[in-house]
């Protein structure tokens, strides 16, 4: 028989969880462009300007440190949601930071997207508005709700 969430799972371990999971999602997508894959893109030239809005796409020892960015922000992620008597400073100051950097890049990446003039490619603006930055958005608010006491 398999445990439900209500048996022993706080709410704010799923969140957390959902933060987690988010971020490792993004460090795996950036781990597969610094490996040389360009997917979704046909090429470089076509990712940079879908994931980066404009062009050159960062090199790849700069990709691969986003990406261990990224795995860093989700186990800062899942081990700030876990219950715990007295969590470690530095903990609670890295969830502050990875929720205050996700909703930061969300909320100015929806505003600047949305101005008429942005330097960004048309591309890379509509999926800025629909995608990159409400997800940014919404993993900032869990990491934010998973870490708190």
């Not at 706080?10 to 040389?36: C, F």
């Not at 894959?37 to 994931?51: H, M």
């Not at 960015?69 to 186990?75: C, Q």
Request: charged share 15%; proline share 7%.
């Amino acid at each position: 028989m398999g445990m439900n969430i209500r048996q022993g799972t706080e709410p704010r371990q799923v969140v957390g969880a959902i933060a987690s999971a988010g971020l490792a999602a993004a460090a795996a997508l950036h781990i597969l462009w610094a490996s040389g894959s360009s997917w979704p893109a046909e090429d470089y030239d076509e990712l940079a300007d879908l994931v980066v809005g404009r062009g050159p796409f960062p090199s790849r020892p700069l990709t691969a440190i986003v990406a261990l960015s990224l795995m860093g922000a989700s186990s800062i992620a899942v081990v700030a949601s876990r219950p715990a008597p007295s969590q470690a400073r530095l903990v609670r100051l890295g969830v502050k930071a990875v929720a205050g950097t996700l909703l930061a890049r969300g909320i100015s990446g929806l505003v600047w997207s949305s101005l008429p003039r942005g330097k960004a490619s048309p591309q890379y603006r509509h999926w800025d508005r629909r995608l990159y930055s409400p997800l940014c958005i919404v993993l900032g608010v869990c990491a934010a709700i998973g870490g708190r006491r």
